[in-house]
């Protein structure tokens, strides 16, 4: 069995005494690739350096977290896109390398003064990810509307500087915390998985409402490690092996196999993520 957490942060200070340990524990759990969120372009050379490690295994992302603007959003762009290129181009500039601009979005559950700058960050990475042909890691908290606006926005001004259809972004709404509908039409706008991690193992939640919607071809499995574990972990520091508890809960909600959802949910990742 190969599952696929498509949303850690082993770079984060709660694994800094483990991190080699968690691999080999998620690696025992089925977790067979991780893919490590990128909050802010001073974690990328310590993504870049834990992913080389482990070849096949980890995987990196770039993107600035709209929790982790800088003061100075134009030089943080500029120092982003810097490593950027520096990682998806030849000396000659053909693009050679893929890989996720994330984790990028509109957060306004802890801070709405700046929402303005979100969407400038935000707009300037979409372009990034369609100009390079890379998928996105979304982050959206408390702002689905919003997101949904801005969205139609975005593909409207695309399309009337390009004259033509643009092309359709792609990626993983990380976390989903929306509600049904707000999914499919984030999914009529781009190419969006919906990504679910231990949310969809608590009380109350509506993830299970969504998942069952949405159906399993459009799922992807993450953690969000060390945040947000599912139960039985809930409480505790969230890891990638524990992938396989929020699967195993998904095969259950869903009336399939365990091994249904790994392979469905692998796959769609694969796919969409190039990995
Ligand atoms: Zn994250």
């Not at 949303?7 to 025992?28: G, N, P, R, W, Y």
């Not at 929402?115 to 408390?142: C, E, G, M, N, S």
């Not at 399939?256 to 969409?272: C, D, G, M, Q, Y």
Request: with cysteine.
């Amino acid at each position: 069995m190969k599952i696929i957490d498509t949303h850690c942060h082993l770079i984060s200070k709660a694994f800094t005494t483990d991190v080699e340990a968690c691999i080999i524990h998620a690696q025992e759990a089925g977790i067979s690739k991780m893919v490590l969120a990128c909050c802010n372009e001073t974690e990328f050379p310590q993504i870049i350096a834990l992913c080389n490690r482990h070849p096949g295994v980890l995987f990196p992302s770039i993107g600035i977290h709209p929790e982790d603007m800088a003061e100075d959003i134009d030089a943080q762009l500029a120092a982003t896109r810097q490593l950027l290129d520096g990682y998806c181009l030849a000396d000659d500039g053909r693009l050679v390398r893929r890989l996720p601009i994330g984790e990028i979005g509109f957060d306004l559950y802890w801070d709405k003064t700046r929402f303005d700058d979100q969407k400038r960050i935000l707009q300037q990475q979409f372009d990034w990810a369609l100009t390079y042909d890379l998928p996105v890691l979304l982050h959206i908290r408390d702002a689905m509307p919003q997101f949904l606006e801005f969205l139609r926005q975005y593909i409207i001004n695309k399309k009337n500087t390009a004259n033509a259809a643009p092309a359709r972004l792609r990626g993983i709404l990380h976390c989903y915390s929306g509600n049904v509908q707000e999914a499919f039409e984030a999914m009529q706008l781009g190419d969006f998985m919906i990504g679910i991690g231990g949310t969809l193992t608590y009380k109350n939640s509506k993830v299970p409402e969504v998942a069952k919607a949405v159906g399993l071809n459009r799922i992807v499995l993450e953690t969000d490690s060390p945040y947000l574990a599912p139960i039985p972990h809930r409480g505790h520091r969230n890891e990638p092996a524990y992938t396989a508890d929020t699967a195993r809960f998904l095969a259950e909600l869903l009336g399939i196999s365990l091994e249904e959802v790994a392979e469905t949910t692998t796959r769609n990742a694969e796919k969409l993520l190039g990995i």
